[in-house]
């Protein structure tokens, strides 16, 4: 890759070369295409050189080069420019297979998880509905044995202390498969969330591949050179 943008660079400095012969090249031009991520200064009283710098942004390495020639800080611009692009989609290359190994290990242990929660749900709605059948027939007997003589009343009020102790157990129950129910929608969520930031990486890496400038890049650049 080295050789690729030093080849490259030298290229351009032969065009630039032979451009200046038949007119002043369009170096500034170049420079308004590369003004978003790098900082030119033109040669000064003090200073007869040309200036480029890095403008100061988060993962990027700083960069500067001076040169009496304008042509040069430009096309060593342009080849950091690319080296960083290039470096930015290796990072993501292997991001990427790292995420959906991730992302495949987190989908089989929620499916687990899902399938147990489940069968949970499945079995505490049974239970549910069993103890609404033995609320019911318990206090239909209460009511039944309070119409009975003084003798019954003791057993009427062990059944009624049945029913309060089965609405006890139905309230934990219910509790339980709310909290179930919660536990699987935040699963279901962190799933989404998984699936969305491995397509943004995913996109990313498309753009950067479809910005980043090719070998024949180099040859459309240098004929906009006026």
């Known amino acids: 890759m ?30 308004d295409k590369l003004a978003g991520d790098f900082i030119f200064e033109a040669p ?21 080069k001076s040169s009496k020639v ?7 611009a342009r080849a950091h420019l690319i080296t960083q692009q290039e470096k930015k ?13 991730r992302l495949t290990k987190a989908r089989e242990l929620i499916e687990i998880d899902v399938k147990a929660m489940q ?5 505490l709605e049974v239970q549910i509905d069993a103890l609404v059948v033995s609320i019911k027939q318990v206090g239909e007997e209460g009511i039944k044995v309070t119409q009975d003589a003084q003798k019954v009343r003791v057993e009427a009020e062990l059944r009624r202390q049945d029913v309060f102790r089965l609405r006890d ?13 919660e536990q699987k929608k935040k699963l279901h969520d ?5 699936n969305g930031v491995l397509a943004r990486l995913q996109r990313r890496n498309a753009q950067l591949k479809k910005t980043t400038p ?4 180099y040859d459309s650049d240098s004929g906009a050179v006026q």
Not at 169 to 180: A, G, K, V
Request: hydrophobic fraction near 40%.
């Open 2 to 31: 080295a050789v690729f943008i030093v080849f490259a660079c030298l290229a351009f400095m032969g065009i630039a070369a032979a451009v200046t012969i038949a007119g002043r090249p369009n170096w500034d031009g170049e420079e």
């Open 44 to 64: 000064s009283e003090g200073n007869p050189s040309w200036k480029v710098t890095s403008r100061q942004k988060p993962g990027v390495e700083d960069f500067s």
């Open 70 to 76: 304008h042509a040069d800080v430009v096309l060593a």
């Open 89 to 101: 989609i290796e990072r993501l290359d292997e991001e990427i297979p790292q995420l959906e190994s």
């Open 119 to 123: 069968q949970r749900e499945d079995e």
């Open 169 to 181: 157990q139905l309230q934990e129950l219910q509790t339980d498969l709310y909290q179930i129910r």
């Open 190 to 194: 962190y799933l989404v969330q998984m």
């Open 214 to 217: 090719k070998s024949n890049d």
